[in-house]
């Protein structure tokens, strides 16, 4: 079964760039998701496709993808990014959804 | 406003049955897949089942399939979970989600969930 690896933690201080990463067997070739959530709430969508923002995520947040990792940036860091954010791929080999782990993201 | 408010949750015994419900509104229900995920106490998100928009397909996590059955009733705007022979292990929060098409696709919205305990 297709796997998705995150690191479990990233800290970042207030105002740098936060990148997190997800490693997947050739995850260029697929369309990765982000989702953010915070303590006892439930998830939010902030990357689709890749590299696309919803309406109402800011421009800080973007993604990327290429071999075996995609990537999830945040620059300008603020408190209010604190939260899980966790990757997501269709695994069409299996006709499953697949979440990576999550990176819990410290601001300093 | 889209809205999703899953109801149904609660404790259980091993070995018993739960049914889930998701009440939707503010879009066109009929016209979306719609997804069940769960997190364990201090987990990452599981993907459990997903159903097209016109209940055409169905896809289990290999955790679940042959106990969880997903059901719509797009008359309703409702989306089900039926999940029998509960183990200790699918004690979590259910959420449901809305993918943004009417068939698997990321999900841009997602209900506050549902606690499941099963515990004798």
């Known amino acids: 079964s297709y796997v998705l690896t995150q690191p479990p933690s990233v800290s970042v201080a207030p105002g740098k760039t936060a990148r997190i990463t997800c490693g997947g067997n050739?995850?260029?070739?697929?369309?990765v998701h982000w989702y953010q959530q915070r303590p006892g709430q439930a998830p939010v969508l902030v990357i689709y496709?890749?590299?696309d923002r919803p309406s109402g995520i800011p421009e800080r947040f973007s993604g990327s993808h290429s071999g075996n990792t995609a990537t999830l940036t945040i620059s300008t860091v603020e408190a209010g990014d604190e939260a899980d954010y966790s990757c997501q791929v269709w695994d069409s080999s299996s006709d499953h959804w697949v979440f990576g782990g999550g990176t819990k993201l410290t601001v300093l | 406003e889209v809205q999703l408010l899953e109801s149904g949750g609660g404790l259980v015994q091993p070995g018993g049955s739960l049914r889930l419900s998701c009440a939707a509104s503010?879009?066109?229900?009929?016209?979306?897949?719609m997804s069940w995920v769960r997190q364990a106490p201090g987990k990452g998100l599981e993907w459990v089942s997903e159903i097209t928009y016109s209940a055409g397909r169905t896809y289990y996590a290999d955790s679940v399939k042959g106990r969880f059955t997903i059901s719509r009733d797009n008359s309703k705007n409702t989306l089900y979970l039926q999940m029998n022979s509960l183990r200790a292990e699918d004690t979590a929060v259910y959420y449901c989600?809305?993918?943004?098409?009417?068939?698997?696709?990321?999900?841009?919205?997602w209900g506050p969930g549902t606690l499941v305990t099963v515990s004798s």
């Open positions: 496709y890749d590299s």
């Open positions: 503010g879009f066109t229900f009929s016209g979306y897949a």
């Open positions: 989600a809305k993918d943004s098409y009417g068939y698997p696709d990321h999900f841009d919205y």
């Open positions: 050739n995850i260029g070739s697929k369309s």
